[in-house]
């Protein structure tokens, strides 16, 4: 074993404390000279060689002595190896500064010389037997060197046996073994199986230093979880084999120490999960992320100078806050990253976050709950709804209280706390029980305003919420529409007047509340024609309604429908009579008048007209009989008459004398004369 000074852990390595013996090996009854360094110049260092093979410390040598360092920190002495106990044993030599503490170890033997197999330690998991891509570690060589010519023991076909520590295999078939030509040993061999290398020896004699060396062993551990799996190559008491080599200890010389480190980091893992959270305030445990092998063990391994691994809320409502990104690699945490000011605030027990970084599988945290403040604000959770006059407010208005982040909350909220609401906005007044009990023993935090009105329509109406210590709340804008009413009416029958005018005797409005006072005003009124006719549709449009509670409705229609009827007009039929010369008859003419609608289109007749005798005279009354009406509108009338009396005259016919003649007379001055009538004839 290598005489090496080993720094104790209470040194720093600017004091470099070390000791050190001039041989690794020493025969008995030799000098070892020891040297030391990094002391307190001129203290005092205590030495003292123990075994390290469990035999007693029984035999001389083992007593502590001291020796001063100098001005620099150095101290020498020696060791004289005793005979009575130190043939193939080993030591271990302690040294320490009695005034600084500072101390250092070495180890040596009076015995064959190992040289353990190098490159065993801190094999990186991913070669593990189990590991995704399994692969084998050739170690350095083990050599065996006698100190003295005795140390292996003359024999044929002896056997030294090692055997691999738990957790660890040799690749069976793989290793040689050789020695040197000329001295003692004529002839080796190796056989390498799964667990144990065994080499087979035959020596000649004593009188001549040896050297043998293994070579070319491969080794695996068989699972890549067990970290670090530490262990030594042994020659195992239950197993030695045969050959008599002195110094070498079973259980306890080693030829080669094996190890594993993690492996190249492929994932990311929550070492410690959030929690302890509450809205408003940084997590009372902050996450702590590591780099993982594929065996899940933490690892830097692979890890460039800079990786930022990022947390994010993958489950829950709210944004995560805080520095969320962080260096893991190399020049940063190394492979570990621990945040110190995430936040959410927003209240919840369904909250998760995911890890990721660029070639590493991201990682879920266990899910957490972020429990909320203490209450601070009325909020209203469902707000009124705009209604029609005359109803209760739906949906119905709830009220709770909440933290300052809009979290519901009953934190720190008193057993009792009256909340009341009020109209804070738009006309008229807010009716129903307006005080209820939002503390721990009543609402606990929450409350419903289940019969609330207003006894106004309008729009941009709003309520306000208040309770002491509380911060008051305000619902959005709601409307209490004017309520839908019908309005029936009543019409007049009229007597045909040649247009659809109708009028409105009464009106009947249906859906007014209780004593409210609503009227009706009409715009027009219209049959559907003008015509005669029974139960007749009259409309009513340009409704409006009146009164001093009229803005809280609105007619479901501006316009409504009834019926009355249209009867006939009487039609008064006069006659004006023509004047007619003398003809011996009765017979008249006579042109007819009426009172009609102007525009209507009529046609009126008569069947017979007479004069009361034949007679000339002036003045003579003419009576007609028979009087008929005709033409497209005759239907919207009825004769008042179907007779009329008028006058007229019968002129005396003219006639013409012929047949007589004047007699001649003497001027008598005068016009007349003397007719001869001779047989006078007349004609028309």
């Known amino acids: 074993m290598t005489a090496a000074g080993i720094l104790n852990a209470n040194t720093t390595a600017q004091e470099q404390v070390w000791v050190t013996t001039d041989r690794s090996d020493y025969p008995p009854g030799a000098t070892a000279l020891i040297r030391g360094a990094g002391f307190l110049p001129h203290e005092p260092v205590g030495l003292q060689v123990l075994h390290t093979d469990h035999i007693p410390n029984t035999g001389r040598g083992h007593d502590p002595w001291t020796a001063p360092a100098d001005a620099e920190g150095t101290v020498n002495t020696t060791w004289h190896v005793n005979p009575d106990d130190s043939a193939n044993s080993g030591f271990r030599l302690t040294a320490r500064g009695l005034t600084s503490s500072r101390k250092a170890h070495v180890e040596f033997t009076d015995s064959v010389t190992v040289t353990p197999a190098s490159g065993g330690t801190n094999i990186p998991a991913d070669k593990a037997q189990n590991a995704v891509t399994p692969a084998w570690t050739a170690l350095g060589n083990i050599v065996i060197q006698e100190n003295s010519s005795n140390d292996f023991s003359s024999g044929s076909g002896v056997t030294l046996i090692l055997t691999a520590p738990d957790g660890w295999r040799f690749r069976a078939g793989h290793g040689s073994v050789s020695h040197q030509n000329g001295p003692n040993i004529s002839s080796s061999a190796i056989t390498v199986g799964a667990t144990t290398l065994t080499i087979t020896l035959t020596v000649s004699g004593v009188n001549k230093s040896d050297k043998l060396t293994i ?18 190559i042994v020659r195992s008491a239950a197993n030695p084999g045969t050959a008599q080599i002195v110094g070498i200890i079973n259980n306890t010389t080693v030829f080669g120490e094996l190890s594993q480190a993690p492996g190249v980091a492929t994932a990311l893992a929550f070492d410690t999960e959030p929690g ?20 899940g063990n933490n690892t830097a391994s692979g890890l460039g100078s800079i990786l930022n691994v990022t947390v994010s809320l993958s489950s829950g409502v709210d944004p995560l806050q805080g520095t969320a990104s962080r260096n893991i690699g190399t020049s940063g945490g190394n492979g570990t990253v621990t945040y110190t000011d995430l936040r959410i605030d927003t209240a919840g027990t369904d909250k998760q976050l995911t890890a990721s970084a660029t070639g590493l599988t991201s990682a879920l945290s266990a899910i957490f709950a972020v429990s909320c403040a203490p209450a601070s604000t009325l909020v209203f959770v469902v707000q009124p709804g705009s209604v029609a006059y005359g109803s209760l407010l739906t949906p119905v208005p709830v009220v709770k209280t909440r933290d300052a982040y809009g979290n519901d909350s009953t934190v720190g909220l008193a057993a009792s706390k009256l909340v009341t609401v009020a109209l804070s906005a738009g006309s008229g007044t807010l009716l129903g029980t307006l005080v209820r009990d939002i503390g721990t023993n009543a609402g606990n935090g929450s409350v419903e305003f289940a019969d609330l009105a207003v006894n106004a329509a309008g729009e941009n109406k709003q309520l306000s919420a208040a309770a002491p210590g509380l911060a008051t ?6 409307a209490i529409y004017p309520l839908p009413v019908a309005a029936a009416i009543t019409a007049l029958d009229k007597v045909y007047d040649g247009t659809t005018v109708a009028m409105i005797s009464g009106y009947t409005i249906y859906g007014v509340i209780g004593n409210d006072e609503v009227g009706l005003s009409v715009g027009t009124a219209n049959f559907d024609d003008k015509h005669v006719g029974i139960q007749k549709y009259v409309t009513a449009t340009g409704l409006n309604l009146t009164g001093p509670d009229a803005g809280n409705y609105v007619l479901a229609t501006p316009s409504a429908q009834t019926t009355a009827s249209i009867s006939a007009r009487p039609l008064t039929v006069t006659a004006l009579g023509q004047n007619k010369v003398y003809d011996g008859t009765t017979a008249a003419t006579v042109t007819l008048a009426d009172d009609r609608i102007a525009g209507d289109s009529l046609q009126t007749g008569y069947i017979t007209a007479a004069f009361a005798d034949k007679q000339a005279g002036t003045g003579k009354p003419i009576f007609v009989s028979g009087i008929t009406l005709s033409g497209e509108d005759a239907a919207n009338y009825v004769l008042a008459n179907t007779s009329a009396a008028t006058v007229g005259d019968i002129v005396p016919m003219e006639v013409t004398v012929t047949g007589v003649r004047a007699n001649d007379k003497v001027y008598d001055g005068t016009l007349n004369t003397a007719v001869d009538a001779g047989a006078p004839s007349l004609s028309e």
């Open 473 to 478: 709340a305000f619902s959005a804008p709601f």
């Open 215 to 232: 070579s070319g062993i491969q080794v695996q551990a068989t699972d890549g979880r067990s970290l670090p799996a530490s262990g030594a």
């Open 276 to 295: 302890a959270a509450m809205a408003g305030a940084i997590f009372g445990i902050q996450p702590i992320i590591k780099a993982k092998d594929q065996f």
